[in-house]
């Protein structure tokens, strides 16, 4: 689009128009790279959160059970999983608490064959202060409570 103004030619070049998109497209770039970082950041805060809640519904159990509902053989936390179904029925937890990302990521949980012992693993995105790694290497032990 031309403007004239007493005989002046007041239009865009091409050169001008594309330094205009490429800072756009840089800004947008920018603003998607945040958001990414964001939403994984706040994965990560939520499966924190859920496996302080899972140990804390375990530690319930073993209260009114003396011993923590017994898995000896690895089992992925899926919501409909019998570790799950029991903490609800239980009344230890109130809802289902998976991976913000299943089944990509999963938590899992095992005992020991008594009950006297559990693990529950957990993956994240990030690396994170208090010493746990990116991946799935990450497990939670009675009484371990993670900081967010």
Known sequence: MVF???GLNLGLTVLELFIIVAIAAIALLVIKVSATDLQTRYRDSVRISH????????GVYR??????????????????????VTLKNEFTLKTALV???????????????????????????KK?????KIGC???VKPNNILEE
């Not at 496996?51 to 375990?58: R, V």
């Not at 053989?73 to 919501?79: A, H, K, R």
């Not at 990509?104 to 009950?115: E, F, I, R, V």
Request: aromatic share 12%; proline share 6%; hydrophobic share 30%.
């Open 4 to 6: 004239k103004k007493k």
């Open 51 to 58: 496996i302080n809640e899972i140990s804390k519904a375990l």
């Open 63 to 84: 209260d009114q059970n003396q011993k923590y509902p017994i898995m000896p053989v690895e089992t992925i936390i899926s919501g409909i999983d019998d570790l799950s």
């Open 99 to 125: 991976d913000p990302l299943y089944p990509s990521y999963a938590y899992t949980y095992m005992t020991d064959a008594n009950g006297a012992d559990y693990v529950l693993t957990f993956c994240l995105e």
């Open 128 to 132: 994170n202060d208090n010493g746990y």
């Open 137 to 139: 290497g990450n497990a």
